[in-house]
């Protein structure tokens, strides 16, 4: 009932920007928070940043500074800028949506990943 589509991943060298997107669709009723996890090749899937729907957000310690997440309420999609991009933030980055869905209960959704790889 709801989908995530995420897109913006690719490579990018050492120092270098992207922006990845991800944009929510379905039977939607409201957006309670979005946000970002990356999971990167034999290590646990980890927070990257969430946001709400008004707009408060949490970064991980390891992207403060370097990495912005926002929020279009109006298209349902959440944006994560980073830039000054390091070999460690090499993973598969994932979305996440907290949704309250029409006629029914508020889940817990996934994206379905987009790889991010920083490589000189």
């Known amino acids: 009932q709801v989908q995530l589509v995420e897109s913006g991943g690719g490579l990018v060298q050492p120092g270098g920007s992207l922006r990845l997107s991800c944009a929510a669709s379905?039977?939607?009723?409201?957006?309670?928070?979005m946000g970002w996890y990356r999971q990167a090749p034999g290590e646990q899937r980890e927070l990257v940043a969430v946001?709400?729907?008004?707009?408060?957000?949490n970064y991980a310690d390891s992207v403060k500074g370097r990495f912005t997440i926002s929020i279009d309420n109006a298209k349902n999609t959440v944006y994560l800028q980073m830039n000054s991009l390091k070999s460690e933030d090499t993973a598969v980055y994932y979305c996440?949506?907290?949704?309250?869905?029409?006629?029914?209960?508020?889940?817990?959704?996934w994206g379905q990943g987009t790889q991010v790889t920083v490589s000189s």
């Open positions: 996440n949506a907290d949704i309250k869905i029409r006629y029914g209960p508020t889940g817990n959704y």
């Open positions: 379905g039977s939607i009723s409201r957006i309670n928070a």
């Open positions: 946001i709400t729907s008004g707009g408060n957000t």
